[in-house]
């Protein structure tokens, strides 16, 4: 994988670098909102999906994007509610992508200014002094977006802006517009700018922002300035900061223009996909996590988000889910470098264990459960590999497996089994090509995904009690058959 460049792509060649040539090219003036909602609109006719408007965004197609892309062609402010970990921070900086790509604005401006509609006292007196010859620079649509993350320290000056005392003493009067050193939200002119957990913000500087959102000007310092912003404004809260740990005050929650609440993945396939789409697995030297053992993961994180055990006003975030399957992947990474191996690497079921100890700490749980954390995500992951177990081989020929360690010596599993010691112990299986098939594996498996899927199997086997499996030193198990229980009266 390549990371992406930080840096803004250059200008395409021939773009207008004075007004007057931007005045011939045609190019008309419009404000962010018309912006987003003409090219929303567009998207839309062209007959793209909503996984083409909002790239990266999984399982809001049907819930909240239709609410979302309603407020924006409304052409409203939005606040966007939920727990943590389900996508606001993502979805409010996807808006970026409804801009256009790039963006004229009069050369060395602060605010960014429409090289037709300048505002700033100075630029004004520039644009008359210069005329067609004002220069003009270039913004690419990934420039336009800006954000600041509520902290209760932050200040006004931080948000709107502050007098520079440089400038004042550089002998400027204190009544000089140019003695403004503009904050984030100013400099955003012309985007569109979001506040990430808003209650977080403190109420005085909350009130900062009524006037950018309802009179769309801003005010610095008493100065007898006022300058008309145009910015989209967007905000992220959680419901529970929403109402006690801080809160949005009245004034402000009355000028947004709508509220949309966010969700956690509605069902396993879509917490699949998230969880596919966000890991850091399955490339270069790490380890790939098989398809069957993702939906393990992604049935234990919802078991985790309903069980009694946890705090449920916390919610348990998409993260915990993302971080298992990287945990997984790195404990068979671990194990294939210990044991020498080489080739693929694929992650088997008793990797799944290691993730329990590792990730109880992003999880909060009610003060009852108090040094049974561990205890409660180990049993819901044995819930979670067999129900995927049913799942994905209801009504699957087993009958191969069975017999196999039925009539031959038992099956170990462990962190120092090799592949093929563990496929040698259990010899060849009737069967397993179509077991493969069940679990995803594509035809002609590698050694280490046949191992990933025979001690999937032995697994779900032993949960749903038909093979038992016994513990036999640190970090290794047992498979063998399961003793028939003796009848009442039978010798022995």
């Not at 909002?54 to 909240?64: E, L, R």
């Not at 605010?111 to 005329?131: H, K, S, Y």
């Not at 006037?211 to 000007?217: A, G, P, Q, S």
């Not at 069957?292 to 889910?321: I, K, N, Q, Y």
């Amino acid at each position: 994988m390549t990371a992406p460049s930080l840096l803004p792509p250059a200008p395409p060649p021939g773009s207008p670098r004075t007004v007057g040539e931007l005045r011939e090219s045609g190019w008309t003036s419009r404000g962010v909102r018309d912006e987003v909602r003409a090219n929303l609109l567009r998207l839309m006719r062209s007959g793209a999906s909503a996984g083409d408007r909002w790239p990266g965004i999984v399982g809001f197609d049907d819930t909240v994007l239709p609410e979302l892309e309603r407020a924006l062609l409304a052409g409203h402010d939005v606040v966007m509610l939920g727990e943590r970990g389900q996508g606001k921070t993502r979805l409010l900086r996807s808006l970026a992508g409804l801009l256009d790509e790039w963006s004229p604005h009069v050369a060395g401006s602060p605010l960014w200014e429409d090289p037709f509609q300048p505002v700033l006292p100075a630029t004004r007196a520039l644009a008359e002094q210069l005329g067609d010859e004002l220069p003009v620079g270039w913004r690419h649509r990934s420039e336009r977006y800006g954000e600041k993350l509520a902290t209760p320290d932050t200040s006004i000056g931080d948000l709107i802006g502050d007098v520079d005392p440089v400038r004042v003493a550089e002998g400027r009067s204190l009544g000089d517009p140019d003695t403004i050193h503009f904050g984030l939200l100013p400099r955003t002119n012309r985007g569109v700018f979001a506040v990430n957990e808003l209650p977080d913000l403190a109420e005085r500087i909350q009130v900062g922002l009524l006037n950018v959102l309802e009179e769309r000007d801003l005010q610095v310092r008493g100065y007898a300035l006022r300058l008309p912003l145009d910015v989209l404004l967007v905000a992220s809260a959680n419901p529970e900061d929403y109402t006690n740990r801080g809160r949005i005050i009245t004034p402000l929650k009355d000028r947004f223009g709508a509220e949309v609440r966010t969700h956690y993945p509605v069902d396993v396939q879509a917490e699949v996909d998230l969880v596919t789409q966000e890991a850091a697995v399955g490339h270069a030297d790490v380890a790939r996590v098989p398809v069957h053992l993702v939906e393990v993961v992604a049935r234990w994180t919802r078991l985790v988000r309903d069980s009694p055990s946890v705090d449920s006003r916390s919610g348990v975030s998409a993260r915990f889910a993302v971080a298992a399957v990287e945990t997984v992947a790195a404990a068979a990474d671990r194990r294939a470098a210990v044991l020498g191996e080489d080739g693929a690497v694929v992650a088997r079921a008793g990797d799944l264990e290691a993730a329990v100890a590792t990730l109880r700490g992003k999880v909060e749980f009610e003060a009852g459960e108090e040094g049974r954390e561990v205890e409660v995500l180990a049993h819901l992951l044995k819930v979670a590999t067999a129900e995927t177990f049913r799942d994905r081989l209801a009504g699957a020929d087993l009958g191969g497996v069975l017999d196999r360690v039925a009539d031959g010596e038992p099956v170990e599993v462990g962190d120092d089994v090799r592949v093929d010691d563990l496929l040698a112990r259990l010899g060849a299986v009737p069967g397993l090509g179509a077991l493969c098939s069940r679990l995803g594996v594509e035809d002609a498996p590698q050694p280490a995904e046949l191992a990933s899927v025979v001690e999937f199997v032995l697994e779900g086997l032993h949960l749903t009690r038909r093979l038992a499996k016994d513990p036999v030193g640190e970090g290794r198990a047992r498979f063998s058959a399961r003793q028939r229980p003796r009848a009442v009266g039978e010798d022995g």
